[in-house]
C-alpha cells in the first residue's frame, strides 16, 4: 500500500542501444531518455547481448553495422536464448529481401537509420509497447 506522501512508481520501458557511431548513439540515447525510457548503451555486439540478458529490456535497437559482431548476427545470437524482449534493427537502406533477413535473424522490425527520431522512436514503441 502506498502512502499519502508517497507517489507510486512510473513504469520506464528499458532500452539497450547499440550503435558504432558514438555521436548517433548519444542524440538517440537523449531521444529516448526525453520519452521516459531507460536507456543503456553498447559499442558492440556483445557487449548489447550481455547487457540485454542482464537487464531484461523491453527492447534492443541494434545498428546493423557494429564493429566486429554485426546487428544481424548480434541479433540472431539473441533470439537464440530465451528473451521476453523485442530487437530493432537499423539500416542504411531497407529493402524486401533485408526484411525477410530481418524475420529470418529474429528482429521484430527492421526501420531506416536515417529515419527521423520520431519516426525512429514511434517504430520502436509500437513494436515493442503496442499488443
Known sequence: MIART???MTFRPRLVLAFSDTARAALTSRHF????WEVHQAATGPEARRLAHAL???AVLLDVDLRGESGWLT???LMLGRCDFKVVLLADVVTPEMEDHADAVGAAA???RGAALPVLAGEV???VLVP
Do not use: E, I, N, Y
Not at 33 to 36: E, I, T
Open 6 to 8: 508517497q507517489t507510486p
Open 33 to 36: 531518455r526525453r520519452l521516459g
Open 56 to 58: 531484461r529490456p523491453q
Open 75 to 77: 541479433c540472431a545470437k
Open 110 to 112: 527492421l526501420v531506416c
Open 125 to 127: 514503441h509500437d513494436t
